[in-house]
């Protein structure tokens, strides 16, 4: 199987203990050792990262029956108080890599069908392809709009309808092209004891976020878009300026779905 990037080991490992550590601490029975403490916090200085944004409690789970099928899911809420799910369907702890997606919540693709983007087919495709497999992790993130909120995106929006593209928008605003942040997706990853996974995704930065957070990426499952013409240069925009690769790949390909990152 092709791996993308296994990464430097120690380094994983590392990011593992730091990862543990911080669920000890998100649990108040159980405390982590001083020694393995203060190993965490010299690293995440050394390595300028914060323990904090590392950390998620996982705080229910439940089963939900849907449209698509069964699935578990799993709340969690990070250390800025966020709540995110992750949608299980069969064994996922047993070590093998799993297929994952990581989907961003985009209440206008996602709620609304909206064309702007492809968001809300995408989460439709994933979900379908997670039955299909009767294994797999669908993260579902709360950072609306690239991680800007939703009235900095019909901000962006209304932009676009003058002449700007998905970039250059944000950039206008003021705001990041993506603030996108992808540490508490691997801690939630972690304490669901998934450390390698098959990505479901066309976005590098989704691949590096969970590699430089302790995930193994054993390849990758890019996504086949059909563009339609009210996305087609928003998607095109994503290629151009935000590095996105699209099919085909010399990746791992299990299966293509419609949607995009
Ligand atoms: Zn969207």
Redesign the pocket.
Known sequence: MHSLCTGDAQYTEGVYALNRVGHWWNHSSRSANTAERDWAREMHEERGTSMVRNTVEQVASAGLATRYGQFTMHAFVDAEHKEHLALTVGVVDDGEPVLVRLHSE?L???VFG?Y?????EQLDDSMRMLQAKGRGVLLYLRQE?RGIGLANKVRAYALQEQGYDTVEANLHLGLPEDARDYAVAAAMLLQLDIRRVLLLTNNPTKIDGLQRNGIEIAGRVPVAIPPRPQNVRYLQTKQDKMGHLYPPADDVVISTVAGND
């Open positions: 985009c206008t693709g996602d909206s702007r983007c492809d968001c809300g709009g």
